[in-house]
């Protein structure tokens, strides 16, 4: 079964930045499509972004309230996706995860998550 | 950007049938997804493509979508269904993946 275990994650303080990591295994991980997810406390579901297997191009996207802070990479040699958080605010509180993104033509879902890692930032 | 309304909360006595929706125009030109997420657990595929079961999901899982709602389905209600329930679709034009703000369920 599809494993995906996340790390990393800590307290900092606003402004400061954080390195998420993402384990995967048992599947094919170069191939897949991933995404990140986050939960803010007693909240719910949100998207902050997404990053292509290199084959169709490699290339990430973000959502607004995280562009141009965010960074999300990938090591296929490590089946190792990366969140690299720079200048976090207050509101990026939260448990982040990792997921599993399934494209088709007309859609697409997240098949697989992983446990969570939780992020705080508080001064 | 675009919203996806869900009730809050939602209650059933264990056996009956509970009805969550998801409401946004047109969300019947979309395929919806649902995620279950118990307390404390990362969230589950329970349906995708609006009406599909990933393999290991209970028959009694079900969805439906037309018009200006879609709508999952959970028969037979256990205690073991209580959980936030989410929908989630895609938006084409600007990329997007946009979560409802998901539905607690409660089994009395």
């Known amino acids: 079964e599809v494993q995906l275990v996340e790390s990393g994650g800590g307290s900092v303080k606003p402004g400061g930045s954080l390195r998420l990591s993402c384990a995967a295994s048992r599947f094919t991980f170069r191939n897949a499509w991933m995404s990140w997810v986050r939960q803010a406390p007693g909240k719910g579901l949100e998207w902050i972004g997404r990053?292509?297997?290199?084959?169709?191009?490699?290339?990430?996207d973000y959502a607004a309230p995280v562009q141009g802070r965010f960074t999300i990479s990938r090591d296929d040699s490590k089946n190792t996706l990366y969140l690299q958080m720079n200048s976090l605010k207050t509101e990026d509180t939260a448990v982040y995860y990792c997921?599993?993104?399934?494209?088709?033509?007309?859609?697409?879902?997240?098949?697989?998550w992983g446990q969570g890692t939780l992020v705080t930032v508080s001064s | 950007s675009y919203v996806l309304t869900q009730p809050p909360s939602v209650s059933v006595a264990p056996g009956q049938t509970a009805r969550i929706t998801c409401g946004e125009n047109?969300?019947?030109?979309?395929?919806v997804h649902w995620y279950q997420q118990k307390p404390g657990q990362a969230p589950v595929l329970v349906v995708y493509d609006d009406s599909d079961r990933p393999s290991g999901i209970p028959e009694r899982f079900s969805g439906s979508n037309s018009g200006n709602t879609a709508t999952l389905t959970i028969s037979r209600v256990e205690a073991g269904d209580e959980a936030d329930y989410y929908c989630?679709?895609?938006?084409?034009?600007?990329?997007?993946?946009?979560f409802g703000g998901g539905t607690k369920l409660t089994v009395l």
């Open positions: 989630q679709v895609w938006d084409r034009i600007s990329d997007l993946r946009v």
């Open positions: 047109n969300i019947g030109s979309r395929s």
């Open positions: 997921t599993t993104e399934r494209p088709t033509a007309v859609t697409t879902r997240f098949d697989y």
């Open positions: 990053i292509k297997s290199k084959t169709d191009g490699g290339t990430a």
